[in-house]
């Protein structure tokens, strides 16, 4: 049950971050949350974005050094404790002493050092001195590596491991396979292979699992961006590390690189205050215009759940050109997410057809939990009772009346954008959605 309620309060906080993604003091929330649940990774892009949003956020500095030495990250944590070094306690100061000696940034671990004994003279460490003055004697002053800001793959799912969602399947099939598939033939056409498609939708609804089944479709290099391994706090970095990426798709075309949450590289300008945010939206700018490089092959995929905080020029004709709405999940669809759900626990007398029915507006995600809440009500009798017995409709529908779906509130969002900001057309997928569900 505890497990559960933390559950809730991580998914509380993302969609609040989702709806809201320039909201600094939310997201260092969140990113706290993680880090304080174990989960160290995660709490570090959540860190990093608010950094990189508010480089001066202290408490966000002080997380991200957090994170990133939980990690092995040495580097990392070294340069964003070294921002905030007036507010760190003694026994940070010499925490941070001994991971700059580590990994050779000995005037790092002096300044940390002094810091320590200026506040503490009691707090004096001969191991430490030891090693500053051994790093004098040596002059050995190695750079920690970056880590890769890439996962490549070959994706083994298609679009048969994607229940439902046909006529979405076919537009991605027109818009992402055939071009690469076909390029001779598209060429014909004056239609290059390649450019941009932007997936946006509803937290949750299988926007990164569709990108994956497209890449596995047509069996091309599928690049997934690890975003915190792109975000650096330190001057040009970022902009240097995603450069580099692009280059490497280049030379491994054909490519598809595909950037989750791409609000946190590629932000509307106006809603950043800082510089460091509007150059890393300028250099995704510049890469996905390829002026300087040829990006024939490369298909850049992003997934965003605020397509209303995406940057407008990131929109435009030969950058995500392509906006596609992924909806929560059909009929079919919740049908099969349902029957993978429960496929690894007892069931029996099951009617997924009726249950994908009263779930509308239910995401992937959704589904998932309530085959999780049937499921817990099914052992809590086993448990009692000590007989183990299967899980049935009638579990699934008693489940019904505790889970909601979570949609909604992205949802009412998109509504008022439809409404009041849809000039260029750019969610009519969205009102016909709304339209339909009434």
């Known amino acids: 049950m505890a497990d559960r309620a933390v559950s809730d309060a991580f998914r509380a906080l993302r969609e609040a971050v989702a709806l809201s993604p320039t909201n ?17 990774a995660d709490a570090l892009v959540e860190l990093k974005a608010a950094v990189l949003q508010d480089p001066a956020r202290e408490d966000a500095l002080l997380a991200v050094g957090e ?7 040495d580097g990392e944590g070294v340069e964003a404790w070294m921002r905030v070094l007036a507010g760190l306690e003694p026994a940070s100061l010499a925490d941070l002493a001994r991971r700059a000696l580590k990994i050779g940034r000995r005037p790092d671990a002096q300044a940390a050092y002094d810091r320590l004994l200026g506040l503490d003279p009691t707090m004096r460490d001969l191991g430490i001195e030891r090693s ?6 040596s002059g050995a002053e190695p750079e920690p590596e970056a880590p890769e800001p890439v996962v490549r ?3 083994s799912i298609t679009f048969d491991d994607v229940g439902g969602l046909q006529a979405l399947k076919e537009r991605l099939r027109m818009d992402i396979i055939l071009p690469l598939q076909k390029p001779d033939l598209f060429k014909a056409y004056g239609k290059k292979p390649g450019g941009g498609v932007l997936l946006y939708g509803p937290p949750g609804c299988g926007k990164t699992h569709l990108a994956r089944a497209a890449a596995g479709e047509c069996g091309v290099n599928f690049q997934a961006v ?14 240097k590390r995603l450069h580099q990426l692009f280059e490497k798709a280049r030379d491994e075309a054909p490519t598809i690189l595909f950037f989750d949450e791409i609000e946190a590289i590629g932000a509307a300008r106006h809603q950043l205050k800082h510089g460091p945010g509007r150059r890393m939206v300028n250099q995704l700018l510049a890469e996905m215009d390829g002026v300087n490089a040829q990006n024939e092959s490369i298909l850049v995929l992003g997934a965003t759940n605020a397509p209303w905080d995406v940057d407008p ?11 596609v709405f992924v909806p929560p999940p059909d009929v079919a669809a919740r049908e099969a997410i349902l029957a993978i759900s429960l496929r690894e626990r007892p069931v029996a007398d099951l009617d997924l057809a009726l249950i994908a029915r009263r779930t509308p507006r239910f995401s992937g995600a959704d589904l998932r939990h309530l085959a ?19 899980v049935t409709n009638t579990d699934l529908l008693a489940a019904l009346e505790r889970v909601r779906p979570t949609t909604v509130e992205w949802l009412e969002t998109a509504r008022r954008y439809v409404t009041y900001a849809n000039q260029a057309g750019l969610y009519d997928d969205v009102s016909r959605y709304l339209q339909a569900m009434g």
């Open 132 to 137: 500053l003055r051994f790093a004098v004697v």
């Open 313 to 323: 020029a990131l929109r435009r004709p030969g950058r995500f050109d392509r906006v």
């Open 67 to 73: 994170a990133a030495f939980a990690l092995g990250r």
């Open 226 to 239: 690890e975003i915190q391994s792109v975000l650096d706090m330190w001057l040009g970095e970022s902009e």
């Open 24 to 40: 600094v003091p939310l997201r260092v929330a969140l990113g706290r949350a993680l880090l304080d649940a174990g989960r160290h």
């Open 372 to 390: 999780e809440v049937a499921s817990e009500r099914a052992l809590t009798d086993a448990l009692r009772t000590g007989a183990m017995r299967p």
């Open 153 to 155: 793959s070959r994706p």
